[in-house]
C-alpha cells in the first residue's frame, strides 16, 4: 500500500513498537514485521491543494520498518544505488534510535537525501534487489528504504540541518558551473570544499532545475532545494540567475577571457518532445514542461499573486505515460480541471511511471485511457482547441525495450471532447550550447559526449546529468557530477 490514514498508522505502529522493544528479534520475527505504510494527505483534500501529499514516518514507524532490516552481509541494496550509500549501516542506526548517526552515514555518498528519500525510484534501485522483498516476493515488500532516508534527513533538518562541509583555503582556481539541477549544485559543492572559487550560471530565475521548475510542489517542496542552494552561498558559491550561455555569454568567452580555469555543463534535457500530429499548435496544446514550469516556477496556482495567468482547463487530456505524464495530470486537478485523462497507448502494466504516482494519480480521480492515443488534436474555426481524435490500440509481440507494442486497431478511431491537451512523451538535449560551442562533441541526439570521468572533448569542459544521459534521474545526475567534480579537482590540482 501506498498510503493509510495518519492517526491510525501513528497508533499501530507505537503499539508495535513497545512490544518489540522487549524482545530480541529473530530473523523470522524481522520478516514477520508489517511493511510501514506511509501517511499521506486524503485524495479528496490533497487533489485540491499544492501541500505535500506523504507526510513522512513517525518515530515510532521509521523504527519499526528499519528493524525490518536483516542486516545481510553481502546487501545487495546497496549495489542498487547509484551512489552506494552505505544502507544496513544507516538502516540499522535508525533501528537503534540513533538518528543523528544514520544522518552522518548518509551524507558521506549523498549530499542531498531529503530530496533523493522523496524523488528516487527505489523500486527499481536499491528496494529491488533486498532480500527481504526477493524472501517476501514482492518489490512492495522490501525494506522501505527511501521512506528511511527521508525520515532521517527530515529529522535533521527540524534539527538545524547537516553541518556545513568544510570548505579548504581559497586555491585562486575558478570554475564555471552552467546549470543549477542536481548535476550542477553536486559540482558546486565538490569542487568548493576543495577551496576552489565557483559560480553557477542558471538561465531561470530561481536554482535547483526540474526539481524546481519540474518536479511539482506536492511531491517536492521547493522550501528543500532552496535549503540547498542558500547552503552552497554560505559555502561561498556564486549564483548567477538569468543568464543563459550560449547566448548571454559564449562558453569560450568564460574560459578564454573571464578566467575560468574550468567548466563543468549540466544544462539537463529541456527540450519537449511533440507527438507530429494535426493540430498540435492549437490554442490549447502545451508541452508538459510549459505546463510545470508555469505552475511550479512562476506559481500559476497561486490565483492572486501569480505571475503567470492559468489556461482555463475543464477537460484535460494528457498524452504519455510517465512520471511528467503524472505530474502534469495531477497539477492539472489541482488547477482545476473537473476531469482529467491520461492516454497511453499501452496498458498500465508498460507504463514507465513509478506504480506509487500512478497509484495516487487514481485515488485522486485522474483516469486513466489505456491502449488510446491521438492521430489528431481538433480545433475550432478560431484555432482553440476542441477534442482528439483518438485511435484505439491492442498490445502485440514484445519490441526493442522488452515491452509488448501497441498496434493500431483499424477503424476505431474516434472524437472525444477536451478543452486543454498536454503533451509528455518526452525530452531532448537543448541543443543552444552545442551550436554555440566549436570543438564541443556530441551524439546524434544532441548529447554531450564524455569520457569516464565526464570529460568532454574540450580542454577544461566536463558535463554531467541529463545533458550526457538523455532525461533520467535525480540520483544518476548527481553521480555523474560527483564523478566530474572528482576529476576536475584532480585536474585543477596539477594545473
Ligand atoms: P536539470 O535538472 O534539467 O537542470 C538543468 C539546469 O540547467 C536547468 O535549471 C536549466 O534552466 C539550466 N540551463 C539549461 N540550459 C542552460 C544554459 N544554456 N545556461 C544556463 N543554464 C542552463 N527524476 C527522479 O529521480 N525522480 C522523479 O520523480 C522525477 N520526476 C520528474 C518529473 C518531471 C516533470 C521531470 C521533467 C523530470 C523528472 N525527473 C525525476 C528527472 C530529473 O528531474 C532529471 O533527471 C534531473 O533533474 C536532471 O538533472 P540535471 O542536473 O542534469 O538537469
Ligand atoms: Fe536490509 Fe534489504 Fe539491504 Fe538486506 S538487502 S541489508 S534486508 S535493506
Avoid at 520475527?29 to 501529499?53: F, I, S
Avoid at 514542461?289 to 496556482?301: G, S
Wanted: glycine share 10%; hydrophobic share 40%; aromatic share 4%.
Amino acid at each position: 500500500m501506498n498510503g493509510g490514514n495518519t492517526t491510525d498508522l501513528a497508533s499501530q505502529a507505537r503499539a508495535l513498537l513497545a512490544d518489540i522493544e522487549q524482545k530480541t528479534l529473530t530473523n523470522k520475527d524481522r520478516m514477520a514485521l508489517p511493511v510501514q505504510d506511509m501517511p499521506c494527505q486524503e485524495p479528496a483534500v490533497r487533489a485540491h491543494n499544492m501541500d505535500e501529499v506523504a507526510l513522512g514516518y513517525t518515530e515510532a514507524q521509521a523504527r519499526i520498518e528499519a528493524a525490518r532490516c536483516l542486516q545481510c552481509k553481502n546487501a545487495p541494496c546497496v549495489a542498487g544505488c547509484p551512489v552506494s550509500i552505505d544502507i544496513p549501516g544507516f538502516v540499522g542506526l535508525v533501528a537503534k534510535g540513533d538518528y543523528q548517526g544514520a544522518a552522518t552515514v548518509i551524507h558521506r555518498t549523498n549530499l542531498l537525501p531529503a530530496i533523493c528519500g522523496r524523488v528516487c525510484p527505489q523500486e527499481k534501485q536499491c528496494q529491488a534487489p533486498c532480500t527481504l522483498g526477493k524472501a517476501l516476493k514482492g518489490v512492495d515488500r522490501a525494506v522501505q528504504i527511501g521512506r528511511l532516508e527521508r525520515f532521517v534527513a527530515d529529522r535533521e533538518r527540524a534539527a538545524g540541518g547537516a553541518p556545513m562541509p568544510h570548505v579548504q583555503p581559497q586555491t585562486g582556481k575558478r570554475v564555471a558551473v552552467i546549470g543549477s539541477g542536481p548535476a550542477g549544485l553536486t559540482v558546486a559543492a565538490d569542487v568548493r570544499r576543495d577551496g576552489h572559487e565557483v559560480v553557477i550560471f542558471e538561465a531561470f530565475q530561481k536554482p535547483g532545475g526540474v526539481m524546481v521548475y519540474g518536479i511539482p510542489e506536492f511531491r517536492l517542496p521547493k522550501a528543500i532545494v532552496r535549503e540547498e542552494a542558500a547552503k552552497l552561498e554560505r559555502m561561498g558559491v556564486r549564483f548567477e540567475l538569468n543568464t543563459l550561455v550560449g547566448r548571454t555569454v559564449p562558453l569560450a568567452e568564460l574560459l578564454q577571457e573571464e578566467g575560468f580555469d574550468a567548466a563543468f555543463i549540466g544544462v539537463g534535457a529541456g527540450l519537449p518532445k511533440f507527438m507530429d500530429i494535426p493540430g498540435e499548435n492549437l490554442v490549447g496544446v502545451f508541452s508538459a514542461n510549459e505546463y510545470l514550469t508555469r505552475a511550479n516556477l512562476m506559481r500559476a496556482w497561486d490565483r492572486e499573486r501569480a505571475a503567470t495567468p492559468i489556461y482555463p482547463s475543464k477537460r484535460v487530456a494528457v498524452l504519455g505515460g510517465g512520471n511528467v505524464a503524472m505530474d502534469s495530470a495531477r497539477m492539472a486537478l489541482r488547477l482545476g480541471a473537473d476531469e482529467v485523462h491520461v492516454l497511453y497507448r499501452r496498458t498500465r502494466e508498460e507504463m514507465p511511471a513509478r506504480a506509487e504516482e500512478v497509484g495516487h494519480a487514481q485515488e485522486e480521480g485522474v483516469v486513466f485511457d489505456f491502449l488510446a492515443s491521438p492521430t489528431e488534436v481538433l480545433g475550432s474555426d478560431k484555432g482553440i482547441v476542441t477534442g482528439l481524435r483518438v485511435m484505439s490500440y491492442r498490445l502485440g509481440e514484445p519490441d526493442a525495450s522488452g515491452r509488448r507494442s501497441p498496434v493500431a486497431i483499424d477503424g476505431s478511431e474516434h472524437d472525444v471532447a477536451f478543452d486543454t491537451v498536454i503533451v509528455a512523451v518526452g525530452n531532448e538535449s537543448n541543443p543552444l550550447l552545442a551550436k554555440t560551442t566549436p570543438g564541443l562533441a556530441v551524439d546524434k541526439k544532441g548529447h554531450v559526449l564524455v569520457d569516464e570521468h565526464q570529460k568532454t572533448a574540450l580542454d577544461g569542459v566536463w558535463a554531467g546529468g541529463d545533458i550526457v544521459l538523455g532525461a533520467a534521474t535525480v540520483i544518476l545526475a548527481m553521480g555523474e557530477g560527483r564523478r566530474a567534480a572528482a576529476a576536475i579537482n584532480a585536474y585543477l590540482k596539477g594545473k
